[in-house]
């Protein structure tokens, strides 16, 4: 797990890196976009490490991993209302969709579920949010 947070951790000092270039090349309007959708997904990397420390620790707090599992949700929110780039929706679903199977799967009982397809898709769309 300590490689997955190192890797959300550079692709964010990444996104903000584009980010701050791309400001110097486009429109003010392209350039907050951009910068709300690298904000939003920083703050869902954030989520996604704390899932996976919440899985890592599910026996000792159950519910840990839905508060995570929602902080995640509602930043895709954020990010689906502020942008009509058809890839970043499409990672945000992809996103969505991994978040879904994984609240499916604790509630179905696995205390240990697959958080990689949420780390891959939330890595997904750190990268489309630079384009």
Not at 18 to 36: E, P, R, S
Not at 63 to 70: E, K, N
Request: charge should be negative; charged fraction near 25%; proline fraction near 2%.
């Amino acid at each position: 797990m300590a490689v997955s947070r190192r890797r959300l951790t550079a692709v964010a000092a990444a996104v903000a890196t584009a980010a701050l270039t791309a400001g110097l090349t486009t429109g003010c309007d392209a350039v907050n976009k951009t910068l709300d959708c690298v904000q939003t997904a920083d703050s869902i990397a954030d989520s996604v490490t704390d899932l996976q420390q919440a899985v890592e620790n599910a026996a000792n707090d159950p519910t840990r991993a839905d508060s995570s599992l929602d902080s995640i949700q509602k930043n895709l929110g954020k990010i689906g209302d502020k942008t009509d780039n058809a890839d970043v929706n499409k990672a945000v679903d992809d996103l969505s969709k991994a978040v879904g199977n994984v609240r499916t799967a604790i509630r179905n009982g696995d205390r240990t579920p697959d958080v990689s397809p949420v780390t891959d898709a939330a890595g997904e769309l750190t990268k489309v949010c630079t384009k």
